[in-house]
């Protein structure tokens, strides 16, 4: 019998980037995603305006609870809690990012926080 419960582990991570005056969220989906600055014509999914931050910055690689993040080759690096990364690197909710020089971070995404966007792209038909 399901109950409708959603574990907590089956919950979408949302990527917190600490941009002024206020921080992106961008959620991630399962597989892989490109975050970068440059635009999504070019594959970008995880888009990140911002100097320090290449056009095709890092990989993240979400496979249900396991997200990795790999760098590819930017010119500022990305970090992951505190170390330079060169390689597939696995993350976790509290653990610290960079992008260059633009902190962010991990967090869960709470339903009542999906229920906004869904009635909005819904809007936009």
């Not at 990527?15 to 005056?21: I, K, Y």
């Not at 960079?98 to 971070?105: L, N």
């Amino acid at each position: 019998m399901t109950s409708g419960f959603q574990p907590i582990y089956k919950m979408p991570l949302r990527l917190l980037v600490d941009l002024a005056p206020r921080p992106l969220r961008l959620t991630l989906r399962e597989g892989e995603s490109i975050l970068g600055s440059g635009n999504p014509e070019t594959g970008i999914e995880l888009q990140v305006t911002h100097p320090s931050v290449s056009r095709r910055h890092a990989k993240l690689l979400l496979d249900g609870e396991e997200l990795l993040v790999e760098d590819l080759g930017s010119s500022n690096g990305t970090w992951v809690g505190g170390r330079r990364i060169s390689g597939p690197t696995p993350v976790s909710l509290v653990t610290a990012l960079r992008f260059g020089g633009v902190e962010a971070r991990l967090e869960r995404v709470e339903t009542e926080d999906l229920e906004p966007a869904i009635s909005l792209a819904g809007a936009e038909r």
